[in-house]
């Protein structure tokens, strides 16, 4: 079993999440600039993956720095900067979010994709946070997603399989869970196929343990660190309230 993240899947990763609207989710992301402060010029994405939140924002005019533990994903992150219209807007760095310290401020702080749901236990969602708030200047915005745990209580996880065409065969992805009441964790396992047309070329297998969480506890979470919440809203319909069809909400809190 390969840890998360590792070269196979990094490698399939834009593939498999082709269909996810980063654009529409930056909207989202500008809007809540507009709406919290209006003043925002710096974005640090923490956990950044390939950088999928990150381009569409530097194309966008933010000086955006993105952060992943992943040397595979940063890889592919890099690869896609040679050819990027960013100017110079968009730099990458390897770090672990849950200690990373590139000794500066930003406007605002980005965790994106449930990458606060990959901090397992209590230290490490506040060691994840702390960085976030040591990065942001004071009044700062901080935007995060996670699983709603309402929501995943209710809806429970269900097997799923994703094919997707490639230019020379198909990736196949299995995904299946297991939910672990006492920890608020769901347990991933995702197998990956990569074929040509006629073989298998590779194949891996992760266990992605993602926690889930609860809005008092996401409250406490954030004052411990330093933040003011500010609203949890359903994701991508950030206007609506949640409830136990959401399973992904979007948080904003202010760094006081």
């Known amino acids: 079993m390969s840890q998360p ?14 269909d996810k609207d980063y654009g529409a989710e930056c909207n989202v992301i500008e809007s809540i600039f507009r709406t919290y402060n209006n003043a925002i010029h710096s974005v640090l994405d923490l956990g950044c993956g390939t950088g999928n939140h990150a381009f569409p924002l530097a194309e966008r005019g933010y000086e955006v720095v993105g952060v992943d533990r992943s040397a595979d994903m940063l890889a592919y992150a890099r690869r896609k900067l040679v050819s ?8 990458f760095q390897q770090g672990d979010v849950r200690a990373v310290d590139l000794r500066r401020s930003f ?3 980005l965790m994106m994709f449930a990458v606060l749901g990959y901090q397992l236990d209590n230290a490490e969602v506040l060691s994840a946070l702390r960085t976030a708030r040591r ?3 004071s009044g700062g915005i901080f935007i995060f997603d996670v699983w709603y745990g309402p929501a995943v209580l209710h809806q429970r996880p269900s097997e799923r399989v994703k094919l997707i065409p490639t230019t020379g065969g198909q990736i196949l ?29 590779t194949e891996t297998e992760e266990s992605h343990p ?3 969480f609860f809005p008092q506890e996401l409250n406490l979470f954030l004052e411990c660190s330093g933040f003011a919440p ?5 994701f991508p319909e950030f206007d609506r309230e ?4 959401t399973w992904n909400v979007l948080g904003v809190a202010r760094a006081v």
């Open 210 to 212: 993602m926690r889930y």
């Open 5 to 18: 993240f590792g070269p196979v899947y990094a490698d399939s990763y834009d593939l498999i999440y082709h």
């Open 242 to 245: 949640p409830d136990e069809t």
């Open 84 to 91: 990027a219209e960013t100017d110079g807007k968009l730099v």
């Open 173 to 201: 992805r299995a995904a299946s869970g297991q939910v672990d009441i006492r920890r608020h964790v769901c347990l991933v396992q995702f197998h990956v196929w990569q074929f040509t047309k006629e073989h298998l070329m």
């Open 135 to 137: 990065h942001l200047r």
């Open 107 to 109: 406007d605002a702080v």
């Open 230 to 234: 500010t609203r949890l809203g359903a």
